[in-house]
């Protein structure tokens, strides 16, 4: 038995979840919350409709725009509907219309049969004189009847009598299907409550979705059909669906400040019996309001055991959960002395932890402060290794080069030695004079030794252009000239990042006065794109980092 409650609750909860319960019932509840709303746009919207009908200027409009406001009122207070009634009636009766008078008769018996009033139902119908009637009067007379008498039936103590209304019921019924109007509301209804009433879940399901492609989704009949529809469902057992389509039925219902309304109070009572009081509770306070507001004695009759039922549920579970609160009291308090006890061992505890933590934290700091200083010395310790790989590199090219330029220059001193011994062997003075009073070979052998020094050092530093270019303006960029020489200040600058930043000893090598050259360090400065006080160390630290990657490549 255990096992079939388990699978039988788990089966529930499956088919709710397949109906997507929850999310209907967040809705609903959200809207209900906005009950005032709604009800405060439809008084609005009746004060509009009534002040149509006291401008109507002949008495025919004016009992049709009358009428229409008792169609409004007619699901939102019963006495006004009732008074509106017997404003239509007196204007009937002002114009002498009997067919006016008699359909209004009959939908005052209507509305005094809907609100529980059935003695004044009786009233109004037996005013009426039934061979008198035709067409739509004589519809909306056989459904008084049939309504009438079929609430009679229900809510007779006596069975003799209640069987006696049921079968006037019944009489009524059959004549109100043979002259009925197959598209109105009325006749959907009838029909669905007597197929409902046989059970014969599928007809009545079929004919609700019929009659749905008539109805505008959200209007009042439309709220009306998905109760009915529930109706279907809850002759197949299928609660979850009955639920979902109950919850329909009562969100047009509130959107449209309907508050004769059957759905939310079955919906409550559903709702209670699955666990969900608070809900349930939310639910039949709302709906015995919109009880009260109609004002009818059959609303108050069908949802007062629902509210006795949810209140016995209620207080039931205030007893439970008051003896479950006591038991949970005593286990707290027990858990209370526990926790103290606890407390005052953990804050011993924690006494000697957080000495430790502070000599721990003491620690760290010293920590951090050693690391800090070697990660600076390893960073000093870098940049050393870095200039002096550099400078390795560099002395290694220039040593290199230096061998072959005195090479070079031997073996030229010794060919311009003959040159001269066979001037001199040939008596050619005057030739000898003028070899050695020319300077094209001091301007020849100085562009010769540009050329070597421009190759070396492009050989050392080939992203020198770049970097050179990336420390001036951009209108002040250089390029190397037609044989890739450097220009006479990408040469000092070159100088200067070998570490030759005398001005003396610049004039020198590139055969310029000293003044020339700190003319030419002005101007330079003058064009940094930075700080023209840092141009200087940044030309000294052109390509370490591109020599750092190489070396941590290699």
């Not at 019963?78 to 008074?83: G, L, V």
């Not at 009847?145 to 006037?168: A, I, N, V």
């Not at 529809?229 to 969100?251: I, N, P």
């Not at 992203?463 to 250089?478: D, G, K, T």
């Amino acid at each position: 038995m255990k096992h079939f409650v388990i699978l039988s609750l788990l089966l529930h909860v499956a088919t709710a979840n397949a109906y997507n319960l929850d999310s209907i019932y967040t809705v609903l509840d959200n809207e209900i919350a906005r009950a005032d709303q709604y009800i405060q746009r439809k008084e609005q919207d009746l004060a509009s409709l009534d002040e149509k009908s006291q401008g109507s200027r002949s008495p025919q409009s004016r009992y049709e725009r009358t009428f229409q406001l008792y169609e409004q009122y007619s699901s939102y207070d019963d006495q006004k509907a009732k008074r509106i009634l017997a404003d239509c009636l007196q204007q009937a009766q002002d114009m002498e219309d009997l067919e006016r008078i008699d359909l209004t008769k009959c939908f005052l018996a209507y509305q005094n049969s809907l609100s529980g009033y059935y003695s004044e139902a009786i009233h109004w119908l037996d005013e009426i004189d039934e061979d008198a009637l035709q067409g739509m009067t004589l519809e909306y007379y056989y459904y008084a009847c049939t309504h009438t008498y079929g609430e009679l039936g229900r809510y007779s103590d006596d069975p003799t009598l209640s069987q006696y209304y049921y079968r006037l019921s019944d009489h009524y019924r059959e004549k109100y299907f043979e002259v009925a109007d197959t598209t109105s509301s009325f006749y959907h209804q009838r029909q669905l409550a007597t197929l409902i009433g046989a059970e014969h879940a599928d007809e009545a399901e079929a004919l609700c979705h019929r009659w749905n492609a008539l109805l505008v989704p959200g209007s009042h009949d439309y709220a009306i059909m998905t109760y009915y529809l529930s109706e279907c469902y809850r002759l197949r057992h299928d609660e979850a669906g009955r639920r979902y389509w109950l919850a329909q039925s009562a969100l047009s219902d509130c959107r449209n400040a309907v508050t004769n309304q059957a759905s939310l109070w079955t919906l409550a009572d559903l709702v209670g019996k699955d666990g969900d009081l608070e809900r349930s509770n939310r639910y039949i306070e709302y709906s015995w309001m919109c009880t009260t507001m109609f004002g009818g004695h059959t609303r108050s009759w069908q949802v007062s055991p629902v509210i006795t039922t949810i209140n016995n549920n209620y207080r039931t579970n205030l007893r439970r959960n008051n003896r479950n609160l006591r038991i949970l009291l005593g286990a707290v308090s027990v858990m209370a002395v526990l926790l103290l006890a606890s407390l005052l061992f953990l804050y011993k505890r924690n006494k000697l932890l957080f000495a430790a933590r502070n000599e721990l934290r003491r620690i760290n700091g010293k920590l951090n402060h050693v690391n800090a200083q070697l990660n600076e010395s390893n960073q000093q310790m870098k940049q050393v290794n870095a200039q002096l790989h550099d400078s390795n590199r560099v002395k290694d090219e220039y040593i290199g080069r230096f061998l072959d330029l005195c090479s070079h220059y031997i073996d030229k001193l010794d060919a311009y030695r003959l040159k001269v011994n066979r001037r001199l062997k040939a008596n050619q003075l005057k030739e000898l004079l003028r070899m050695t009073s020319s300077d094209d070979l001091r301007e020849t052998e100085t562009r010769e030794l540009f050329a070597n020094f421009d190759a070396a050092f492009l050989r050392l530093y080939p992203n020198f252009v770049e970097e050179f270019n990336a420390l001036l303006r951009p209108e002040y960029h250089q390029q190397l000239g037609a044989n890739s020489e450097l220009t006479t200040d990408m040469r000092m600058a070159a100088l200067i990042r070998l570490g030759i930043d005398d001005s003396a000893r610049i004039a020198s090598f590139l055969r310029l006065t000293p003044n020339t050259i700190y003319n030419y360090r002005a101007r330079l400065k003058s064009h940094a794109a930075g700080s023209r006080d840092e141009l200087e160390a940044q030309l000294k630290a052109i390509g370490l980092q591109h020599n750092e990657q190489r070396n941590e490549h290699s």
